[in-house]
């Protein structure tokens, strides 16, 4: 599986931005979907994730109530809509497939290239 993440760029905190992240292969459904960040001298951090049926969404506590994953099979293609961004979440983000349902990082077999994500006060 390739993924190809995109949709980053600078908004204005309060603001919105969607990502998206196209994947390559015929297995896309077979995959549970996730979001990490990583921002600038800290470690990469889990944002949310997504069943390979869509049905299941699990989030950060940081995120919850402001992010929403998605995803179109049809499409190959997962979605992170964010809204009310804050300055904090200013990082790079990348998207990344797992077999199992999981918040860890160490378990999802491929990554995106990551987009960033620049939220000003």
């Known amino acids: 599986v390739q993924l190809q993440a995109s949709g980053g760029g600078l908004v204005q905190a309060g603001g919105s931005l969607r990502l998206s992240c196209a994947a390559s292969?015929?297995?896309?459904?077979?995959?549970?979907l996730g979001w990490f960040r990583q921002a600038p001298g800290k470690e990469r951090a889990f944002v949310a994730t997504?069943?390979?049926?869509?049905?299941?969404?699990y989030y950060a506590d940081s995120v919850k109530g402001r992010f929403t994953i998605s995803r179109d099979n049809a499409k190959n293609t997962v979605y992170l809509q964010m809204n009310s961004l804050k300055p904090e979440d200013t990082a790079v983000y990348y998207c990344a497939a797992s077999t199992p349902f999981t918040r860890t990082a160490t378990q999802y077999d491929y990554w995106g290239q990551g987009t960033q994500v620049t939220v000003s006060s």
């Open positions: 292969g015929r297995t896309f459904s077979r995959y549970a």
């Open positions: 997504i069943t390979g049926t869509g049905v299941t969404t």
